[in-house]
Protein backbone atom coordinates (compact mmCIF):
# COMPACT_ATOMS: atom_id res chain seq x y z
CA UNK A 1 0.00 0.00 0.00
CA UNK A 2 1.34 3.44 -0.67
CA UNK A 3 1.74 6.39 1.73
CA UNK A 4 -0.94 9.05 1.28
CA UNK A 5 -0.04 12.50 0.10
CA UNK A 6 -1.17 13.68 3.83
CA UNK A 7 1.87 11.14 4.86
CA UNK A 8 4.36 11.95 2.61
CA UNK A 9 4.45 15.49 3.85
CA UNK A 10 4.24 14.04 7.27
CA UNK A 11 7.54 11.84 6.72
CA UNK A 12 8.97 15.13 4.79
CA UNK A 13 8.25 17.60 7.84
CA UNK A 14 9.64 15.35 10.25
CA UNK A 15 13.11 14.34 8.22
CA UNK A 16 13.27 18.03 7.92
CA UNK A 17 12.90 18.80 11.57
CA UNK A 18 15.33 16.27 12.36
CA UNK A 19 18.14 17.59 10.06
CA UNK A 20 16.89 20.76 11.58
CA UNK A 21 17.80 20.03 15.26
CA UNK A 22 20.63 17.73 14.48
CA UNK A 23 22.49 20.65 12.54
CA UNK A 24 21.77 22.40 15.79
CA UNK A 25 22.92 20.06 17.65
CA UNK A 26 26.11 19.76 15.68
CA UNK A 27 26.57 23.77 15.47
CA UNK A 28 25.88 23.56 19.87
CA UNK A 29 28.73 20.46 20.21
CA UNK A 30 31.16 22.38 18.17
CA UNK A 31 31.02 26.02 20.18
CA UNK A 32 33.36 26.09 22.73
CA UNK A 33 31.89 26.44 26.44
CA UNK A 34 33.32 29.58 28.20
CA UNK A 35 36.61 29.42 29.87
CA UNK A 36 36.32 29.98 34.04
CA UNK A 37 38.32 32.90 34.62
CA UNK A 38 41.20 31.91 36.80
CA UNK A 39 40.91 32.00 40.71
CA UNK A 40 43.89 33.99 41.84
CA UNK A 41 45.89 32.22 45.06
CA UNK A 42 48.23 34.42 45.06
CA UNK A 43 49.15 35.95 48.54
CA UNK A 44 50.72 39.38 48.60
CA UNK A 45 54.04 39.29 50.30
CA UNK A 46 53.97 42.92 51.17
CA UNK A 47 51.99 44.77 53.99
CA UNK A 48 51.44 46.06 57.31
CA UNK A 49 51.78 42.87 58.73
CA UNK A 50 53.27 39.46 57.80
CA UNK A 51 50.61 37.55 55.47
CA UNK A 52 51.01 34.54 56.88
CA UNK A 53 49.22 35.14 60.09
CA UNK A 54 46.08 36.17 59.16
CA UNK A 55 45.84 33.18 56.19
CA UNK A 56 44.14 29.99 56.98
CA UNK A 57 46.02 27.34 58.09
CA UNK A 58 48.04 26.04 55.40
CA UNK A 59 47.22 22.38 53.67
CA UNK A 60 51.10 21.91 54.15
CA UNK A 61 53.30 23.46 56.35
CA UNK A 62 57.30 23.58 57.35
CA UNK A 63 58.74 25.53 60.47
CA UNK A 64 62.66 25.64 60.61
CA UNK A 65 64.52 27.16 63.54
CA UNK A 66 67.83 28.68 63.43
CA UNK A 67 70.68 29.30 65.71
CA UNK A 68 72.76 32.06 64.37
CA UNK A 69 76.53 31.14 64.18
CA UNK A 70 79.15 33.38 66.62
CA UNK A 71 80.42 34.79 63.44
CA UNK A 72 76.99 36.62 62.15
CA UNK A 73 76.60 39.89 63.98
CA UNK A 74 74.20 42.80 63.63
CA UNK A 75 75.40 43.96 59.93
CA UNK A 76 75.53 39.79 59.10
CA UNK A 77 71.94 39.26 60.46
CA UNK A 78 70.51 42.64 58.45
CA UNK A 79 72.25 41.01 55.13
CA UNK A 80 70.66 37.58 55.55
CA UNK A 81 66.80 39.70 56.16
CA UNK A 82 67.70 41.64 53.11
CA UNK A 83 68.12 38.08 51.10
CA UNK A 84 65.52 36.60 53.15
CA UNK A 85 63.14 39.29 52.09
CA UNK A 86 63.82 39.07 48.43
CA UNK A 87 62.85 34.96 48.63
CA UNK A 88 60.00 35.97 50.25
CA UNK A 89 58.67 38.17 47.64
CA UNK A 90 59.86 36.02 44.56
CA UNK A 91 58.42 32.95 45.84
CA UNK A 92 55.20 34.04 47.23
CA UNK A 93 54.98 35.73 43.82
CA UNK A 94 55.60 32.21 41.95
CA UNK A 95 58.95 32.87 41.07
CA UNK A 96 62.36 31.42 41.82
CA UNK A 97 64.16 33.15 44.54
CA UNK A 98 67.39 34.88 43.75
CA UNK A 99 70.19 32.32 42.86
CA UNK A 100 67.79 29.33 42.49
CA UNK A 101 69.64 26.30 41.71
CA UNK A 102 65.99 24.62 40.50
CA UNK A 103 63.96 27.50 39.45
CA UNK A 104 61.29 24.28 37.73
CA UNK A 105 60.07 23.47 41.26
CA UNK A 106 58.89 26.49 41.58
CA UNK A 107 54.70 26.70 40.81
CA UNK A 108 52.48 29.86 41.15
CA UNK A 109 49.62 30.27 42.57
CA UNK A 110 49.36 28.21 45.58
CA UNK A 111 48.78 30.45 48.75
CA UNK A 112 52.48 30.49 49.81
CA UNK A 113 53.27 32.50 53.00
CA UNK A 114 56.24 33.09 54.83
CA UNK A 115 56.29 33.83 58.41
CA UNK A 116 59.96 35.27 59.92
CA UNK A 117 60.38 35.21 63.64
CA UNK A 118 63.14 36.47 66.02
CA UNK A 119 64.41 35.01 69.01
CA UNK A 120 66.39 36.09 72.08
CA UNK A 121 69.36 36.79 70.60
CA UNK A 122 68.50 38.28 67.71
CA UNK A 123 67.42 41.56 69.94
CA UNK A 124 70.98 41.39 71.66
CA UNK A 125 72.54 41.73 68.56
CA UNK A 126 70.43 44.51 67.86
CA UNK A 127 70.94 45.95 71.50
CA UNK A 128 67.28 45.75 72.78
CA UNK A 129 67.53 42.71 74.82
CA UNK A 130 65.02 44.03 76.96
CA UNK A 131 62.30 43.82 74.10
CA UNK A 132 63.17 40.12 73.62
CA UNK A 133 60.58 37.14 74.38
CA UNK A 134 61.18 35.44 76.93
CA UNK A 135 61.39 31.21 76.82
CA UNK A 136 57.72 29.98 78.90
CA UNK A 137 58.29 28.41 82.20
CA UNK A 138 58.50 24.74 82.20
CA UNK A 139 55.34 22.93 82.60
CA UNK A 140 54.39 20.46 84.92
CA UNK A 141 52.99 18.32 82.41
CA UNK A 142 55.90 19.19 79.57
CA UNK A 143 58.90 17.09 79.03
CA UNK A 144 60.64 19.07 76.78
CA UNK A 145 62.88 17.62 74.32
CA UNK A 146 65.99 19.53 73.26
CA UNK A 147 65.32 18.78 69.50
CA UNK A 148 61.79 20.82 69.17
CA UNK A 149 62.83 23.45 71.49
CA UNK A 150 64.35 26.71 71.33
CA UNK A 151 65.84 28.64 68.31
CA UNK A 152 67.43 32.40 67.38
CA UNK A 153 65.35 32.36 64.28
CA UNK A 154 62.04 30.92 62.85
CA UNK A 155 61.01 30.50 59.15
CA UNK A 156 57.48 28.81 58.89
CA UNK A 157 56.49 28.54 55.36
CA UNK A 158 52.90 26.98 54.26
CA UNK A 159 51.05 26.54 51.01
CA UNK A 160 48.81 24.12 49.04
CA UNK A 161 51.27 22.34 47.59
CA UNK A 162 54.04 20.04 49.57
CA UNK A 163 56.42 20.49 46.54
CA UNK A 164 56.79 24.09 46.94
CA UNK A 165 56.74 24.10 50.50
CA UNK A 166 59.89 22.07 50.14
CA UNK A 167 61.61 24.08 48.01
CA UNK A 168 60.99 27.24 49.30
CA UNK A 169 62.49 25.90 53.21
CA UNK A 170 65.44 24.74 50.74
CA UNK A 171 66.18 28.47 49.29
CA UNK A 172 65.86 29.81 52.83
CA UNK A 173 68.37 27.35 54.68
CA UNK A 174 70.77 27.58 51.55
CA UNK A 175 70.72 31.57 52.03
CA UNK A 176 70.82 31.29 56.19
CA UNK A 177 73.83 29.21 56.02
CA UNK A 178 77.01 31.84 56.09
CA UNK A 179 74.54 33.11 59.01
CA UNK A 180 72.74 30.20 60.80
CA UNK A 181 72.25 26.83 60.63
CA UNK A 182 69.01 25.13 61.37
CA UNK A 183 68.13 23.65 65.13
CA UNK A 184 64.80 21.56 64.33
CA UNK A 185 62.43 21.45 61.53
CA UNK A 186 58.80 20.37 62.15
CA UNK A 187 56.19 19.79 59.08
CA UNK A 188 52.29 19.40 59.19
CA UNK A 189 49.67 19.09 57.74
CA UNK A 190 45.70 20.90 58.25
CA UNK A 191 42.50 20.35 56.09
CA UNK A 192 40.57 24.20 56.28
CA UNK A 193 38.53 23.23 53.66
CA UNK A 194 35.35 21.88 53.54
CA UNK A 195 33.45 19.12 51.10
CA UNK A 196 32.24 22.44 49.12
CA UNK A 197 35.02 24.04 48.55
CA UNK A 198 34.01 26.75 51.61
CA UNK A 199 36.29 27.45 54.65
CA UNK A 200 36.13 25.12 57.59
CA UNK A 201 38.41 25.55 60.99
CA UNK A 202 39.65 21.96 60.98
CA UNK A 203 40.64 18.80 62.84
CA UNK A 204 43.40 17.27 65.07
CA UNK A 205 43.97 14.42 65.42
CA UNK A 206 42.12 13.42 67.91
CA UNK A 207 39.13 14.40 65.69
CA UNK A 208 38.43 17.48 67.38
CA UNK A 209 37.37 20.74 65.77
CA UNK A 210 40.02 22.70 66.87
CA UNK A 211 40.63 26.73 66.99
CA UNK A 212 36.75 27.77 67.10
CA UNK A 213 37.04 30.28 69.81
CA UNK A 214 39.72 32.11 67.89
CA UNK A 215 38.70 35.96 67.44
CA UNK A 216 37.46 36.72 63.52
CA UNK A 217 40.43 38.12 61.65
CA UNK A 218 39.46 41.72 60.61
CA UNK A 219 37.63 42.38 63.67
CA UNK A 220 38.60 44.86 66.66
CA UNK A 221 38.59 42.12 68.63
CA UNK A 222 41.19 40.12 67.06
CA UNK A 223 43.45 43.09 66.33
CA UNK A 224 43.81 43.97 69.99
CA UNK A 225 44.65 40.43 70.40
CA UNK A 226 47.33 39.75 67.98
CA UNK A 227 49.01 42.42 67.03
CA UNK A 228 51.35 44.70 68.62
CA UNK A 229 52.13 48.50 69.04
CA UNK A 230 54.38 48.29 65.78
CA UNK A 231 52.18 46.09 63.99
CA UNK A 232 54.49 42.52 64.59
CA UNK A 233 53.15 39.97 67.43
CA UNK A 234 54.57 36.62 68.92
CA UNK A 235 54.81 33.39 68.47
CA UNK A 236 54.27 30.47 70.62
CA UNK A 237 55.56 27.19 68.90
CA UNK A 238 54.49 24.04 71.26
CA UNK A 239 54.87 20.33 69.55
CA UNK A 240 52.26 18.39 71.41
CA UNK A 241 52.41 14.58 71.19
CA UNK A 242 48.90 12.89 71.27
CA UNK A 243 48.66 9.58 72.69
CA UNK A 244 45.96 8.15 70.13
CA UNK A 245 46.15 4.61 71.39
CA UNK A 246 44.16 5.69 74.81
CA UNK A 247 42.28 8.14 73.34
CA UNK A 248 40.29 5.50 71.25
CA UNK A 249 39.91 3.13 73.91
CA UNK A 250 37.29 5.92 75.41
CA UNK A 251 33.73 6.27 74.38
CA UNK A 252 32.56 8.59 72.49
CA UNK A 253 30.95 10.48 75.21
CA UNK A 254 34.00 10.30 77.25
CA UNK A 255 36.09 11.88 74.96
CA UNK A 256 33.63 14.80 74.22
CA UNK A 257 33.25 15.29 77.80
CA UNK A 258 36.74 15.48 78.38
CA UNK A 259 36.58 18.55 75.25
CA UNK A 260 33.65 19.70 76.36
CA UNK A 261 32.10 19.87 72.51
CA UNK A 262 30.53 17.56 70.21
CA UNK A 263 33.54 16.10 67.95
CA UNK A 264 30.80 15.62 64.92
CA UNK A 265 30.10 19.47 65.01
CA UNK A 266 32.33 21.28 67.13
CA UNK A 267 28.65 22.65 68.85
CA UNK A 268 29.17 22.98 72.56
CA UNK A 269 27.93 20.10 74.73
CA UNK A 270 24.94 22.82 75.66
CA UNK A 271 24.54 24.17 71.85
CA UNK A 272 23.84 22.61 68.35
CA UNK A 273 26.09 24.30 65.92
CA UNK A 274 30.00 24.85 66.35
CA UNK A 275 29.95 28.76 67.13
CA UNK A 276 27.17 28.51 69.28
CA UNK A 277 28.24 30.32 72.80
CA UNK A 278 29.54 27.98 75.82
CA UNK A 279 26.51 27.77 78.13
CA UNK A 280 28.74 27.39 81.39
CA UNK A 281 26.12 27.24 83.79
CA UNK A 282 23.69 24.78 82.62
CA UNK A 283 23.44 21.40 84.00
CA UNK A 284 22.23 17.79 83.61
CA UNK A 285 19.19 16.24 85.52
CA UNK A 286 21.38 15.24 88.42
CA UNK A 287 22.64 18.99 88.86
CA UNK A 288 26.36 18.11 87.23
CA UNK A 289 27.51 20.69 84.64
CA UNK A 290 26.61 20.27 80.87
CA UNK A 291 30.39 21.23 80.45
CA UNK A 292 32.35 19.48 83.10
CA UNK A 293 35.03 21.65 85.41
CA UNK A 294 37.82 20.27 83.67
CA UNK A 295 36.83 20.05 80.43
CA UNK A 296 39.01 22.20 77.82
CA UNK A 297 36.59 24.05 76.21
CA UNK A 298 35.71 25.77 79.98
CA UNK A 299 38.98 25.90 80.93
CA UNK A 300 40.56 27.65 77.81
CA UNK A 301 37.54 30.02 77.43
CA UNK A 302 38.17 33.58 77.56
CA UNK A 303 35.31 33.91 80.07
CA UNK A 304 37.12 31.50 82.58
CA UNK A 305 40.74 33.56 81.86
CA UNK A 306 39.89 37.07 82.78
CA UNK A 307 39.19 38.32 79.16
CA UNK A 308 41.92 36.66 77.76
CA UNK A 309 41.85 35.50 73.96
CA UNK A 310 44.49 34.35 71.94
CA UNK A 311 44.55 33.35 67.61
CA UNK A 312 45.69 29.66 67.61
CA UNK A 313 46.58 27.73 64.74
CA UNK A 314 47.49 24.32 64.01
CA UNK A 315 49.43 21.60 62.14
CA UNK A 316 48.67 17.74 62.25
CA UNK A 317 51.92 16.35 62.24
CA UNK A 318 53.16 12.49 62.32
CA UNK A 319 56.68 11.51 63.21
CA UNK A 320 58.01 7.90 61.84
CA UNK A 321 60.65 6.00 63.26
CA UNK A 322 60.80 2.68 61.71
CA UNK A 323 57.76 1.07 61.94
CA UNK A 324 57.08 3.20 65.23
CA UNK A 325 54.72 6.08 64.64
CA UNK A 326 54.50 9.38 66.26
CA UNK A 327 51.25 11.56 65.96
CA UNK A 328 50.24 14.75 67.26
CA UNK A 329 49.68 18.78 67.35
CA UNK A 330 51.71 21.59 66.06
CA UNK A 331 50.68 24.09 67.77
CA UNK A 332 50.61 27.75 67.28
CA UNK A 333 49.67 30.80 69.12
CA UNK A 334 49.81 34.36 68.54
CA UNK A 335 48.80 36.81 70.58
CA UNK A 336 50.33 40.35 71.50
CA UNK A 337 51.50 39.58 74.83
CA UNK A 338 52.99 36.41 75.68
CA UNK A 339 52.98 36.67 79.49
CA UNK A 340 50.04 38.42 79.64
CA UNK A 341 47.81 36.42 77.51
CA UNK A 342 49.32 32.66 76.93
CA UNK A 343 51.01 32.34 80.04
CA UNK A 344 48.40 32.36 82.59
CA UNK A 345 46.41 30.17 79.91
CA UNK A 346 48.60 27.51 79.73
CA UNK A 347 49.26 27.37 83.85
CA UNK A 348 45.80 27.16 83.74
CA UNK A 349 45.68 24.03 81.23
CA UNK A 350 48.43 22.85 82.56
CA UNK A 351 46.90 22.54 86.11
CA UNK A 352 43.88 21.01 85.36
CA UNK A 353 42.84 20.12 81.43
CA UNK A 354 41.37 16.95 80.96
CA UNK A 355 43.28 16.60 77.90
CA UNK A 356 46.61 15.70 79.95
CA UNK A 357 46.27 12.98 80.18
CA UNK A 358 46.26 12.48 76.38
CA UNK A 359 48.78 14.95 75.59
CA UNK A 360 51.92 15.88 76.69
CA UNK A 361 54.52 19.04 75.44
CA UNK A 362 57.49 17.60 73.96
CA UNK A 363 58.55 20.91 72.70
CA UNK A 364 58.17 24.30 73.54
CA UNK A 365 60.02 28.12 71.54
CA UNK A 366 59.36 31.52 71.27
CA UNK A 367 59.28 33.80 68.72
CA UNK A 368 58.59 37.81 68.81
CA UNK A 369 57.22 38.17 64.74
CA UNK A 370 57.96 41.50 63.12
CA UNK A 371 55.99 43.75 61.54
CA UNK A 372 55.17 43.10 57.36
CA UNK A 373 57.44 45.26 54.62
CA UNK A 374 56.65 47.29 51.27
CA UNK A 375 58.43 47.27 47.97
CA UNK A 376 61.62 49.00 48.80
CA UNK A 377 61.64 47.49 52.27
CA UNK A 378 62.84 44.00 54.08
CA UNK A 379 62.24 42.21 57.25
CA UNK A 380 63.34 43.31 60.37
CA UNK A 381 63.79 46.64 59.50
CA UNK A 382 63.58 48.67 61.95
CA UNK A 383 65.31 46.45 64.57
CA UNK A 384 68.64 45.88 62.81
CA UNK A 385 68.67 48.73 60.19
Given at each position: ?288 PLIAANAHARLSHHS ?53 EWTTTIGSAVFAIPP ?14
Amino acid sequence: MKPSRRQLFGYAGAAAAGAAAGGAAVVAFDKEPPVPAPVSRLISPYGDHQPGIVAAAPRHGELVAFTLLPSTDKAALARLMRLWSADVVALGNGRPAPGDTAPELVTANVRLTTTVGFGARVFELAGQKAAAPDDLPVMRHDRLQAAWSGGDLLIFVGADDELSVVHAVRRFVADAKPFATPVWRQSGFWNSTGPDGQPVTGRNLFGQVDGTGNPAVGTPEFDATVWTADGGTTLVVRRIQLNLDTWDELTRSEQERAVGRKLSTGAPLTGTAEHDELDLDARDADGRPLIAANAHARLSHHSENDGRRIFRKGLNYVHDTGTKRESGLIFLSYQADIAGQFLPLLARLDAADALNEWTTTIGSAVFAIPPGFQPGGWLGQKLLG
